[in-house]
């Protein structure tokens, strides 16, 4: 809306519009459809890896290159086997294949590159498999009929959300650990209750744009 | 009417302003303690290696005398305090917070007070070269008279690895209730004039600075009276805010430049000295006499009659608080030094030694140790921390028993100063969590060096061992190649003897 | 229905495929991370991890097979600083500080058996057969393998005494009270 307003006053070109208009996707995805604290999903990750700042943040990479990948080969198995052949049946089946298979390579490279992360995400790197992040990013795209460029980016924006809502929480939790908490509350309970309050405060993003 | 030499001052973050309680003991003069029946003089009174005895049970020594001497470059040596009789060398509750013995020296005086021989004087020091001036101040067992104890002649002789253009004198006395500096530049300003002016030689200084806090107006005045002839020393006067005294504080104060973390003053041409060791070293330099003697402020509301008194080293506390009348009230912390970064005594047996300015006996109001409670995160101590740091999150972590995040954080370039806790609502012992951390962050690099070492030793025995085997399978082999070889020549040998008889034999059936 | 088999089964192949030939080139040899704890292990093999050695135990820690606080040697420090190595937390409370000892020999006890002095893995015992033994207290780690041989049982685990240049503050505790180490 913001984009067709400025149009209008035709201060900008058609370029640039569009420019806008993927830039308006990130942000969207990003902040105010955040895929952890407003779709609530991925939320094991989440609660696992939000410890430490340097393995939240090392998670959050992982699942953006894991994210965008599968993204991009969904749109490309959707558009070019499954549509064609009415095979919608085996969307899920093998979008999880896709994913399992990036999940792999990815977990080659992270234990070649960094042997302390692997170490340290442990189960969690597999188990970005099972990030309904993932795949309901993917099924997102497609119910949501995206151009190829728009899943992508789709996809790189959710992740970037999920990176900046991973650390922000690392952030907190490590500041959590240094302070008088009841006994009751320790550890993963009031983890829970900042995330929610987290949330909350997500919520304001929602009149940035209508998308 | 402006007084002193005006400069640019320049400010310094944070800092405190208590009350400064000098006026218990501020207008009285200094006076002589009479001679205590025991002396008892420690071997280490300064930072480095204790020093070494030279003499054993039952000498009689003389005034002046030198007792022990300096081990190493960073050390000084301990002079007799007075004439008298040597009783033991031996472990002694030691001038410090745990109670633990350090070997000290035990001196009867004779009652006769009688000088031994000095050495001998220049009639003009400042004819002397600095290393000669160094030397004497070393010989005299001069230290850092302002708490610090830094043996005197190592920082005179800083001049040969760093380039010094400027000696501070540091007569700032920050330390509440504390006025043993303040009353010696009252009384005796030309002599602490001149020790100063023999300092300044020794390391080779274009300027000399003597910085003064504003709440102590009679000392400025004398200081500057005293300094008006010298167009090269300039007496300056500070604000009155804690922690002026500390040398890096004061010397960005005058000089606007912060030292480098874990770097000197020296680094930025600037040697700190404090005014009592002036005055030492003008005694060792114009009358050959070793450092035996100091000023020391009595003081607190616990204590009868707060004053300053002139004290010979290796007095016992408990002397001291005799000649002050005893205490009168309900005595809740005995100190020495200050009450922001004093150390608490376990008890008056302990004797003066070079580093100590000031007993204060303090009662349940002034010890003001309210009941500890939750931090509520009000940042009132990052303001007042002259250092910059975030206590706050420091202590949090220590508590936490995350040290190395608190490393981080800046930990060690804190001073210890007290300005943190002094501000706290919640009277949070933050110092007490920074002492803490360093004590532990200091004894995991001990074992840290010992574990390196038990490496080397297991690997060296390791070797050892291999070795042993090594050498005995050669042995073995060396052994069995020596009895083949005899039994080669044994057989070799047989064989000859055989081949002999049977020629004989042919020989005589011929 | 066919193709529904065959487009899965050639995505199956091609993708394994495609892993395969990625494992070949990413492989990893060895396990970097044991080497780093075995170097902040104190190297003294004296056991008590029940481990034959700072090696295995290293490498246990690697593999997750032993816990972090298995070492008591290490005392609370190389907790800490496997803990930050490792992203794992822990309760520095549930970790024993076993206080350091140092072996003394009783010398009127001592009858010069050398069976200390053989098993001792930093060489901190000196003496001979027949021979009154000697501790180098600087080179002992306290790891009782001493002690436990000793048939007459003349040699005794002595708590490190804290020294001037040793002692510091304690943990102020909640009452804000401090308490001096004692002497």
Same mark, same amino acid.
């Given at each position: 809306?913001?984009?067709?307003?400025?149009?209008? @006053?035709?201060?900008?070109?058609?370029?640039?519009?569009?420019?806008?208009?993927?830039?308006?996707?990130?942000?969207?995805? +990003?902040?105010?459809?955040?895929?952890?604290?407003?779709?609530?999903?991925?939320?094991?990750? #989440?609660?696992?890896?939000?410890?430490?700042?340097?393995?939240?943040?090392?998670?959050?990479?992982?699942?953006?290159?894991?994210?965008?990948?599968?993204?991009?080969? !969904?749109?490309?198995?959707?558009?070019?086997?499954?549509?064609?052949?009415?095979?919608?049946?085996?969307?899920?089946?093998?979008?999880?294949?896709?994913?399992?298979?990036?999940?792999?390579?990815?977990?080659?490279?992270?234990?070649?590159?960094?042997?302390?992360?692997?170490?340290?995400?442990?189960?969690?790197?597999?188990?970005?498999?099972?990030?309904?992040?993932?795949?309901?990013?993917?099924?997102?795209?497609?119910?949501?009929?995206?151009?190829?460029?728009?899943?992508?980016?789709?996809?790189?924006?959710?992740?970037?959300?999920?990176?900046?809502?991973?650390?922000?929480?690392?952030?907190?939790?490590?500041?959590?650990?240094?302070? &008088?908490?009841?006994?009751?509350?320790?550890?993963?309970?009031?983890?829970?209750?900042?995330?929610? $309050?987290?949330?909350?405060?997500?919520?304001?993003? +929602?009149?940035?744009?209508?998308? | 009417?402006?007084?002193?030499?005006?400069?640019?001052?320049?400010?310094?973050? !944070?800092?405190?302003?208590?009350?400064?309680?000098?006026?218990?003991?501020?207008?009285?003069?200094?006076?002589?303690?009479?001679?205590?029946?025991?002396?008892?003089? =420690?071997?280490?009174?300064?930072?480095?290696?204790? +020093?070494?005895?030279?003499?054993?049970?039952?000498?009689?020594?003389?005034?002046?005398?030198?007792?022990?001497?300096?081990?190493?470059?960073?050390?000084?040596?301990?002079?007799?305090?007075?004439?008298?009789?040597?009783?033991?060398?031996?472990?002694? =509750?030691?001038?410090?917070?745990?109670?633990?013995?350090?070997?000290?020296?035990?001196?009867?005086?004779?009652?006769?007070?009688?000088?031994?021989?000095?050495?001998?004087?220049?009639? &003009?020091?400042?004819?002397?070269?600095?290393?000669?001036?160094?030397?004497?101040?070393?010989?005299?067992?001069?230290?850092?008279?302002?708490?610090?104890?830094?043996?005197?002649?190592?920082?005179?002789?800083?001049?040969?690895?760093?380039?010094?253009?400027?000696?501070?004198?540091?007569?700032?006395?920050?330390?509440?209730?504390?006025?043993?500096?303040?009353?010696?530049?009252?009384?005796?300003?030309?002599?602490?004039?001149?020790?100063?002016?023999?300092?300044?030689?020794?390391?080779?200084?274009?300027?000399?600075?003597?910085?003064?806090?504003?709440?102590?107006?009679?000392?400025?005045?004398?200081?500057?009276?005293?300094?008006?002839?010298?167009?090269?020393?300039?007496?300056?006067?500070?604000?009155?805010?804690?922690?002026?005294?500390?040398?890096?504080?004061?010397?960005?104060?005058?000089?606007?430049?912060?030292?480098?973390?874990?770097?000197?003053?020296?680094?930025?041409?600037?040697?700190?000295?404090?005014?009592?060791?002036?005055?030492?070293?003008?005694?060792?330099?114009?009358?050959?006499?070793?450092?035996?003697?100091?000023?020391?402020?009595?003081?607190?509301?616990?204590?009868?009659?707060?004053?300053?008194?002139?004290?010979?080293?290796?007095?016992?506390?408990?002397?001291?608080?005799?000649?002050?009348?005893?205490?009168?009230?309900?005595?809740?912390? #005995?100190?020495?030094?200050?009450?922001?970064?004093?150390?608490?005594?376990?008890?008056?047996?302990?004797?003066?030694?070079?580093?100590?300015?000031?007993? $204060?006996?303090?009662?349940?109001?002034?010890?003001?140790?309210?009941?500890?409670?939750?931090?509520?995160?009000?940042?009132?101590?990052?303001?007042?921390?002259?250092?910059?740091?975030?206590? #706050?999150?420091?202590?949090?972590?220590?508590?936490?028993?995350?040290?190395?995040?608190?490393?981080?954080?800046?930990?060690?370039?804190?001073?210890?100063?007290?300005? @943190?806790?002094?501000?706290?609502?919640?009277?949070?012992?933050?110092?007490?969590?920074?002492?803490?951390?360093?004590?532990? $962050?200091?004894?995991?690099?001990?074992?840290?060096?010992?574990?390196?070492?038990?490496?080397?030793?297991?690997?060296?025995?390791?070797?050892?061992?291999?070795?042993?085997?090594?050498?005995?399978?050669?042995?073995?082999?060396?052994?069995?190649?020596?009895?083949?070889?005899?039994?080669?020549?044994?057989?070799?040998?047989?064989?000859?003897?055989?081949?002999?008889?049977?020629?004989?034999?042919?020989?005589?059936?011929? | 229905?066919?193709?529904?088999?065959?487009?899965?089964?050639?995505?199956?192949?091609?993708?394994?495929?495609?892993? !395969?030939?990625?494992?070949?080139?990413?492989?990893?040899?060895?396990?970097?991370?044991?080497?780093?704890?075995?170097?902040?292990?104190?190297?003294?093999?004296?056991?008590?991890?029940?481990?034959?050695?700072?090696?295995?135990?290293?490498?246990?820690?690697?593999?997750?097979?032993?816990?972090?606080?298995?070492?008591?040697?290490?005392?609370? +420090?190389?907790?800490?600083?496997?803990?930050?190595?490792?992203?794992?937390?822990?309760?520095?409370?549930?970790?024993?500080?076993?206080?350091?000892?140092?072996?003394?020999?009783?010398?009127?006890?001592?009858?010069?058996?050398?069976?200390?002095?053989?098993?001792?893995?930093?060489?901190?015992?000196?003496?001979?057969?027949?021979?009154?033994?000697?501790?180098?207290?600087?080179?002992?780690?306290?790891?009782?393998?001493?002690?436990?041989?000793?048939?007459?049982? @003349?040699?005794?685990?002595?708590?490190?005494?804290?020294?001037?240049?040793?002692?510091?503050?304690?943990?102020?505790?909640?009452?804000?009270?401090?308490?001096?180490?004692?002497?």
């Amino acid at each position: 809306m913001l984009g067709i307003v400025i149009a209008e @006053c035709k201060l900008i070109s058609i370029n640039q519009l569009l420019a806008m208009e993927f830039l308006l996707i990130i942000l969207s995805t +990003a902040l105010v459809n955040n895929v952890v604290l407003v779709k609530f999903l991925g939320l094991c990750p #989440l609660m696992g890896v939000s410890n430490k700042l340097d393995s939240a943040l090392g998670m959050g990479l992982a699942t953006t290159f894991v994210l965008t990948l599968a993204a991009f080969a !969904g749109w490309l198995l959707e558009h070019f086997v499954l549509a064609p052949l009415e095979l919608g049946f085996l969307r899920i089946l093998t979008f999880i294949l896709v994913i399992a298979v990036v999940v792999q390579f990815t977990e080659m490279v992270v234990r070649k590159t960094s042997p302390a992360l692997y170490q340290v995400l442990g189960i969690f790197l597999p188990l970005i498999t099972t990030n309904c992040a993932v795949l309901g990013v993917a099924l997102l795209n497609i119910q949501q009929e995206n151009s190829f460029l728009e899943s992508l980016l789709y996809g790189f924006g959710s992740a970037l959300g999920f990176t900046l809502v991973l650390v922000m929480f690392a952030g907190l939790r490590e500041r959590l650990s240094l302070l &008088d908490v009841p006994a009751a509350f320790k550890g993963t309970p009031i983890a829970y209750i900042v995330a929610g $309050l987290m949330s909350l405060a997500f919520m304001g993003f +929602a009149g940035l744009t209508s998308h | 009417m402006k007084i002193l030499d005006q400069m640019k001052l320049f400010k310094i973050r !944070g800092g405190v302003h208590p009350e400064d309680c000098k006026n218990f003991a501020a207008e009285q003069g200094i006076v002589d303690l009479p001679m205590p029946p025991l002396l008892h003089i =420690p071997l280490q009174q300064h930072i480095g290696a204790p +020093a070494q005895p030279l003499v054993k049970r039952g000498d009689l020594v003389k005034k002046g005398q030198i007792l022990a001497r300096s081990q190493g470059l960073v050390s000084a040596p301990v002079h007799a305090p007075t004439s008298g009789r040597i009783m033991g060398i031996g472990g002694y =509750p030691a001038h410090h917070a745990s109670g633990l013995l350090i070997r000290t020296i035990t001196l009867k005086p004779d009652e006769k007070d009688q000088w031994g021989k000095l050495p001998a004087v220049a009639s &003009d020091p400042f004819q002397l070269l600095p290393q000669q001036i160094a030397q004497r101040v070393a010989d005299a067992g001069i230290v850092g008279m302002g708490g610090a104890t830094f043996p005197s002649a190592v920082k005179l002789n800083l001049r040969k690895r760093y380039h010094i253009d400027t000696l501070v004198i540091n007569g700032a006395e920050c330390e509440p209730y504390l006025t043993c500096d303040d009353r010696l530049m009252r009384e005796k300003p030309g002599d602490v004039l001149d020790g100063i002016q023999l300092m300044g030689h020794a390391l080779g200084v274009k300027s000399t600075i003597i910085a003064i806090e504003n709440n102590k107006p009679q000392a400025q005045n004398a200081m500057f009276n005293a300094a008006k002839d010298f167009p090269d020393v300039k007496v300056v006067g500070l604000p009155t805010r804690y922690p002026m005294g500390s040398e890096k504080h004061l010397v960005q104060t005058l000089t606007g430049k912060e030292t480098p973390a874990r770097g000197l003053t020296a680094d930025l041409g600037i040697v700190v000295h404090n005014v009592a060791t002036a005055l030492a070293v003008h005694e060792a330099l114009r009358f050959g006499n070793p450092l035996i003697s100091r000023v020391m402020t009595v003081s607190g509301q616990a204590i009868k009659k707060p004053a300053n008194i002139r004290v010979l080293i290796g007095t016992p506390l408990s002397h001291l608080v005799d000649f002050c009348g005893g205490f009168v009230s309900e005595l809740e912390r #005995l100190i020495s030094g200050g009450p922001m970064m004093g150390q608490p005594l376990p008890s008056t047996r302990v004797p003066v030694i070079k580093g100590s300015n000031g007993l $204060l006996a303090l009662t349940v109001d002034e010890a003001k140790s309210g009941e500890q409670m939750p931090c509520i995160r009000c940042a009132s101590c990052v303001q007042a921390c002259p250092c910059g740091l975030l206590p #706050l999150e420091m202590a949090a972590n220590i508590k936490a028993g995350s040290l190395d995040a608190s490393v981080n954080i800046g930990l060690l370039d804190c001073i210890s100063c007290g300005s @943190c806790a002094y501000v706290c609502p919640s009277h949070i012992p933050l110092v007490q969590y920074f002492n803490y951390a360093k004590g532990e $962050l200091a004894s995991r690099q001990q074992v840290q060096h010992k574990q390196g070492e038990t490496k080397r030793l297991a690997e060296a025995r390791t070797a050892r061992m291999e070795a042993i085997k090594k050498a005995k399978r050669e042995a073995m082999l060396k052994r069995k190649e020596e009895m083949k070889r005899k039994k080669e020549q044994e057989a070799k040998k047989q064989k000859e003897q055989a081949e002999k008889q049977q020629e004989d034999k042919v020989e005589a059936s011929v | 229905m066919i193709s529904a088999i065959l487009i899965l089964a050639t995505l199956g192949i091609t993708m394994g495929t495609l892993l !395969g030939i990625a494992s070949k080139y990413l492989a990893v040899e060895g396990n970097p991370l044991q080497q780093e704890i075995e170097e902040m292990l104190p190297g003294s093999q004296c056991g008590q991890c029940n481990y034959p050695g700072c090696t295995p135990a290293a490498e246990a820690i690697a593999n997750g097979d032993a816990a972090i606080t298995i070492c008591p040697p290490g005392g609370k +420090a190389l907790v800490e600083s496997l803990a930050e190595k490792l992203g794992v937390s822990v309760e520095l409370s549930d970790v024993e500080e076993k206080i350091p000892t140092v072996a003394y020999v009783h010398e009127s006890l001592c009858i010069g058996c050398t069976k200390c002095f053989k098993r001792c893995p930093t060489d901190a015992i000196i003496g001979g057969s027949k021979q009154i033994h000697a501790v180098f207290a600087d080179a002992c780690t306290g790891c009782e393998k001493c002690y436990d041989v000793c048939p007459t049982e @003349c040699i005794e685990m002595r708590p490190i005494q804290p020294t001037l240049q040793t002692w510091y503050w304690p943990l102020p505790n909640k009452e804000g009270e401090k308490m001096a180490k004692a002497a």
